[in-house]
């Protein structure tokens, strides 16, 4: 299941901040061979990365044979959002780049191997963001788009936060340790907490269970993720915004033909179920082909990582229609 990293270089990319750039971006493909079958675009989150399925996939359960998505049936792309660190690629100047950016270069990728149209478009957090951002600028690139745990603009609570994790990855003397320990706070919930922790103690540290396992998300991150990685990817969550200039959201949101399938956590403190059900609300008095879910959980954010069946459920119908399984063409 496990496929090799495939690069593919873009020349003189100029930025939405007027920079120009070469570089290589990089992606996985599994299940069937390219153009052999319907094809899923699945787009990373914060810390995640191209391997999205088999032994280490951090989407093994959604995606693989037999699985909601169904390597049997799928061809299955990711690519690495530039600067992530896993390809060896690092962005030092991250500050050149907005989210907008990344859906443009995916889209370049998309070109590059000669796909024209995607059977769908998914992705949770940032990277489901980013599946809206490419939805707008060229809104026939999917027929199913579907953004999990996320939303089309940045909050002014989701600026904030992405500000306190700017400060303390340029002022911390233990930057990616004590930003991701915050970022715990807003991930999960108190009521998460609660039900794990109960104030119990760690006896060999002498401190609270809690946090101990901060210290632990801390390091584990600390090891496997570098400095100017992290910068970038905290601002691409500041600047998500896919509104068209001197245009309405909606506006903006309905110039996308693709079947639209909103995917919140009730409990999520990042991208608040709230914003999204009025999104969808907004959207479906002149969209019809809109559709709303949501995971019910006590985890909050990270519930698109944990509550796997019933993310399942939501999105198993959209990929096992009897028309998609008879035919390779979307």
């Known amino acids: 299941m496990n496929s090799k990293l495939q690069k593919l270089p ?3 990319f100029i930025t939405e901040s007027g920079k120009t750039i070469s570089l290589e971006l990089s ?3 599994f299940g069937k061979p390219l153009h052999e079958g319907p094809i899923v675009l699945v787009n990373h989150a914060l810390t995640g990365n191209s391997d999205v399925c088999g032994e280490k996939g951090w989407w093994q359960e959604l995606i693989g044979p037999g699985k909601a998505i169904d390597t049997k049936h799928y061809t299955i792309l990711a690519f690495n959002i530039p ?3 896993y ?3 690092l962005l030092e100047n ?3 780049f907005i989210a907008k950016d990344m859906a443009k270069l995916f889209l370049i990728g998309l070109e590059k191997l000669n796909i024209k149209q995607l059977f769908a478009i998914i992705g949770g957090s940032l990277g489901g963001s980013i599946a809206w951002q490419m939805a707008v600028l060229q809104p026939t690139i999917c027929k199913h788009l579907i953004p999990i745990a996320s939303d089309f ?3 002014d609570w989701l600026i904030a936060n992405c500000k306190i994790q700017e400060q303390f990855l340029n002022n911390s003397s233990n930057p990616i340790h004590d930003a991701r320990m915050h970022a715990m706070l807003l991930y999960r919930t108190p009521a998460s907490f609660n039900k794990r922790f109960n104030r119990t103690k760690n006896t060999d540290l002498k401190i609270f269970n809690i946090e101990s ?3 632990h998300h801390g390091k584990k991150l600390q090891k496997r993720f570098q400095l100017s990685a992290y910068k970038l990817m905290n601002h691409l969550l500041k600047s998500i915004d896919v509104t068209n200039e001197n245009e309405s959201s909606i506006n903006t949101l309905c110039t996308i033909k693709s079947n639209i399938h909103m995917v919140s956590v009730d409990s999520d403190l990042f991208f608040t179920a709230e914003e999204n059900l009025h999104t969808f609300i907004a959207l479906f008095k002149v969209k019809k082909n809109v559709a709303y879910s949501e995971i019910k959980s006590l985890h909050g954010h990270d519930a698109f990582l944990i509550e796997f069946e019933q993310l399942a459920a939501i999105i198993e119908p959209i990929f096992k229609t009897t028309s998609v399984l008879k035919s390779p063409t979307v």
Request: hydrophobic share 35%; no cysteine.
């Open 94 to 96: 991250y500050q050149d």
């Open 27 to 29: 992606y996985q493909l």
């Open 213 to 215: 396992w901060l210290l």
């Open 87 to 89: 390809d060896g690629l």
């Open 153 to 155: 603009r940045a909050t």
């Open 83 to 85: 600067g992530n660190g």
């Open 10 to 12: 873009i020349d003189q």
